[in-house]
């Protein structure tokens, strides 16, 4: 245990073995004043303020902080604080379904909170993660998760590609989920294998901001890249009570698939009729497109369908099929492991987690082997052209050419040089529209 006496709400901090700073009590989004009611002339008496340590009012007590060690638990950590054995026993067992404690891990912040008087613990306080932080009180034994106070700002970006969209983009801060929603988003009308330099891209979002850090992303708010000098635009707009991207004709960019069953990747061979097998050392056609990926890294229905296959043959590992309506099958080949749930007669929703990438069966190396059926018959996936959704309609075309001309204007203003810039939120792009 790594740990630092603050005393009796002294308002200063110490966080960690590794860093150290101090926050001021106006500074500090968990330390809040608050003047009480004085009983004597206002004007003769200065008033006492409390002060408050998530959401707790820590006036007069004394507080430390620090980061849990290696192999430590709730034990180990509240047992220099006098708390008895059966205490720390029978709020363990308590909070199993708030936070299972022996899930307390080295390097997370904790603060234990104790009366001024007395040397045991009367609050433990635990963050599991930056955003949330779990309370015990160890002499009501309540016990309760809460979340840290947030701030939204809106980020734009744009650049060029110079090596890849996921290197160009993350060179450029974005997160690695806001590109896997950008490369989705146009998957169906870029070839992000073949991108050139000088293709740009530029893309809106939000980020969730804790303590200065960011700790989350939203939806993509608005998007556009340019591949090969021809432009493509991703503009949200409600229809039929639901949002949903489209270009700038007004075609919906969502499609009954997605672009490809793993989030941004490698394709490391593709649908050919006559490749040579690097197992069977032999030519035969190879009907689906391999995807190379870590073992373990997430695999995706393309579409809403229901199993009709999952299990193991040595030739294809473990695997899943997929039927998506009666023109359309898809199959996924070489899974380390199928997913938890996923059966024959399971009903799948674009998108859900299937399995999980492998080297099963005849494989060299890790990688996903998808293959696609249309009419029965085995296609080449990367060549299918699959209808988009509902367009514009006519009734409300007028309401999105509106909407196209503050989306384009916004787009045209970012630059695709710096880092991009943080704005206040606009209320008109506000609606998350993410796929």
């Given at each position: 245990?790594?740990?630092?006496?603050?005393?009796?709400?002294?308002?200063?901090?110490?966080?960690?073995?590794?860093?150290?700073?101090?926050?001021?009590?106006?500074?500090?989004?968990?330390?809040?004043?608050?003047?009480?009611?004085?009983?004597?002339?206002?004007?003769?008496v200065?008033?006492?303020?409390?002060?408050?340590?998530?959401g707790?009012?820590?006036?007069?007590l004394?507080?430390?902080?620090?980061?849990?060690?290696?192999?430590?638990?709730?034990?180990?950590?509240?047992?220099?604080?006098?708390?008895?054995?059966?205490?720390?026993?029978?709020?363990?067992?308590?909070?199993?379904?708030?936070?299972?404690?022996?899930?307390?891990?080295?390097?997370?912040?904790f603060?234990?909170?104790?009366?001024?008087?007395?040397?045991?613990a009367?609050?433990?306080?635990?963050?599991?993660?930056?955003?949330?932080?779990?309370?015990?009180?160890?002499?009501?034994?309540?016990?309760?998760?809460?979340?840290?106070?947030?701030?939204?700002?809106?980020?734009?970006?744009?650049?060029?590609?110079?090596?890849?969209?996921?290197?160009?983009?993350?060179?450029?801060?974005?997160?690695?989920?806001?590109?896997?929603?950008?490369a989705?988003?146009?998957?169906?009308?870029?070839?992000?294998?073949?991108?050139?330099?000088?293709?740009?891209?530029?893309?809106?979002?939000?980020?969730?901001?804790?303590?200065?850090?960011?700790?989350?992303?939203?939806?993509?708010?608005?998007?556009?890249?340019?591949?090969?000098?021809k432009?493509?635009?991703?503009?949200?707009?409600?229809?039929?009570?639901?949002?949903?991207?489209?270009?700038?004709?007004?075609?919906?960019?969502?499609?009954?698939?997605?672009?490809?069953?793993?989030?941004?990747?490698?394709?490391?061979?593709?649908?050919?009729?006559?490749?040579?097998?690097?197992?069977?050392?032999?030519?035969?056609?190879?009907?689906?497109t391999?995807?190379?990926?870590?073992?373990?890294?997430?695999?995706?229905?393309?579409?809403?369908?229901?199993v009709?296959?999952?299990?193991?043959?040595?030739?294809?590992?473990?695997y899943?099929?997929?039927?998506?309506?009666g023109?359309?099958?898809?199959?996924?080949?070489?899974?380390?492991?199928?997913?938890?749930?996923?059966?024959?007669?399971?009903?799948?929703?674009?998108?859900q987690?299937?399995g999980?990438?492998?080297?099963?069966?005849?494989?060299?190396?890790?990688?996903?082997?998808?293959?696609?059926?249309?009419?029965?018959?085995?296609?080449?996936?990367?060549?299918?052209?699959?209808?988009?959704?509902?367009?514009?309609?006519?009734?409300?075309?007028?309401?999105?050419?509106?909407?196209?001309?503050?989306?384009l204007?916004?787009?045209?203003?970012?630059?695709?040089?710096?880092?991009?810039?943080?704005?206040?939120?606009?209320?008109?792009?506000?609606?998350?529209?993410?796929?």
């Amino acid at each position: 245990m790594k740990k630092k006496w603050i005393g009796a709400a002294s308002l200063i901090l110490t966080l960690g073995a590794a860093a150290l700073f101090q926050i001021s009590p106006l500074s500090s989004n968990f330390f809040t004043s608050q003047t009480e009611e004085s009983s004597t002339d206002s004007l003769l008496v200065q008033p006492k303020k409390s002060v408050f340590l998530y959401g707790i009012d820590v006036t007069g007590l004394n507080i430390v902080e620090g980061t849990v060690s290696k192999n430590e638990t709730l034990a180990t950590l509240l047992s220099p604080f006098n708390v008895p054995y059966q205490i720390i026993d029978e709020i363990a067992k308590k909070s199993k379904d708030i936070f299972d404690v022996r899930w307390i891990a080295a390097n997370k912040k904790f603060t234990v909170i104790t009366p001024k008087d007395s040397s045991q613990a009367q609050f433990f306080i635990y963050e599991p993660n930056p955003a949330e932080y779990v309370v015990f009180n160890l002499d009501s034994m309540e016990i309760y998760k809460a979340e840290k106070p947030a701030e939204y700002r809106t980020r734009e970006v744009g650049g060029m590609i110079q090596r890849s969209l996921y290197q160009d983009m993350d060179d450029k801060g974005v997160s690695v989920q806001i590109i896997n929603k950008f490369a989705d988003l146009f998957g169906w009308s870029v070839d992000f294998q073949s991108l050139q330099k000088g293709d740009v891209f530029k893309v809106v979002y939000q980020e969730k901001v804790i303590d200065n850090t960011v700790v989350g992303v939203s939806g993509i708010q608005l998007a556009f890249f340019e591949h090969k000098g021809k432009p493509y635009h991703a503009i949200p707009f409600e229809q039929n009570g639901e949002t949903n991207f489209f270009d700038q004709d007004g075609n919906s960019l969502k499609k009954a698939f997605l672009r490809d069953p793993l989030e941004y990747t490698r394709i490391s061979s593709r649908y050919n009729l006559n490749r040579y097998h690097p197992v069977q050392k032999r030519y035969k056609p190879h009907l689906g497109t391999d995807y190379a990926a870590r073992t373990g890294t997430e695999i995706r229905s393309v579409g809403d369908g229901t199993v009709v296959e999952a299990k193991y043959t040595s030739a294809n590992g473990n695997y899943v099929k997929i039927k998506h309506n009666g023109t359309y099958t898809t199959q996924y080949l070489h899974m380390s492991k199928i997913g938890k749930g996923i059966k024959p007669g399971t009903r799948v929703s674009q998108g859900q987690v299937i399995g999980y990438v492998g080297s099963t069966g005849l494989a060299t190396g890790p990688h996903l082997c998808f293959r696609f059926w249309k009419n029965g018959k085995q296609e080449d996936w990367l060549k299918e052209e699959i209808p988009p959704s509902e367009p514009i309609s006519k009734g409300n075309l007028a309401a999105f050419n509106s909407k196209k001309e503050e989306v384009l204007k916004l787009l045209a203003s970012i630059s695709t040089s710096g880092e991009g810039k943080l704005l206040a939120d606009k209320s008109s792009f506000s609606l998350e529209a993410s796929q």
